[in-house]
């Protein structure tokens, strides 16, 4: 298994700023992952991390809204950019040496 | 469109007791399957995979997989109030290896 870790685990931040989400994984993962869990929702892929290339966005997610490094196997950031009140929810990453992945421990953010 | 389908319940059971939660899912050509625990307020936790047709044990729990019929399910068997919890199905199609989430089975066992 990989142990992953997540921070900050929790924000308020002002509208219009942004904020940057960092993972770091205790060995080497080929590929991360980010989601977004609204309140009572089930998760939400946001984009892959791919060491080496740019990440890999999902329909209705863009990369100037949520641009993503992934500058060696073992560690992601991603960044919520000039946010609103919309983009309150936990994000969460993941990512795995094999099949499965594991999760960080979220960072939930609240947007005033 | 890839789809995981769980039943949102909420399922309850009574300490003891046997919980089962289901999940169909549309690819066919899925090939991994797991189910996450998440507790309110946490990360989901990876509490069962499975890769092939057939029952999977691990302790307590039990993974079913039946790929003719794109069903996955999981067993509790002598559910415990720690056991109280959302899971997640999920799915992995393909080389990219994202996984596909249910909407989740909100189980509440009973003391």
């Known amino acids: 298994s990989a142990v992953i870790s997540q921070k900050p685990s929790r924000d308020i931040c002002q509208r219009g700023t942004s904020l940057t989400i960092q993972c770091q994984v205790d060995s080497q993962v080929t590929m991360m992952f980010w989601y977004r869990q609204q309140p009572g929702q089930s998760l939400t892929l946001i984009a892959t991390a791919n060491q080496g290339s740019e990440a890999t966005y999902e329909s209705g997610f863009v990369i100037d809204k949520f641009p993503i490094s992934r500058p060696n196997l073992t560690f992601s950031t991603l960044t919520v950019s000039n946010m609103s009140p919309e983009d309150s929810s936990i994000y969460l990453c993941s990512g795995g040496a094999q099949a499965e992945a594991f999760f960080g421990q979220g960072t939930r953010l609240t947007v005033v | 469109q890839k789809e995981v389908e769980q039943n949102s319940g909420p399922l309850s059971v009574p300490e003891g007791a046997i919980a089962s939660l289901n999940c169909t899912y549309s690819d066919r050509v899925s090939q991994s399957f797991f189910w996450y625990r998440q507790y309110s307020g946490k990360s989901p936790e990876l509490i069962m995979s499975i890769y092939s047709n057939g029952d999977k044990e691990d302790g307590r729990f039990t993974a079913q997989l039946n790929k003719a019929s794109q069903y996955v399910s999981l067993l509790i068997r002598d559910s415990q109030p720690s056991d109280s919890a959302t899971y997640l199905c999920?799915?992995?199609?393909?080389?990219?290896?994202?996984?596909?989430f249910g909407s989740g089975t909100q189980l509440t066992v009973l003391p």
């Open positions: 999920a799915v992995n199609s393909g080389s990219a290896r994202q996984l596909t």
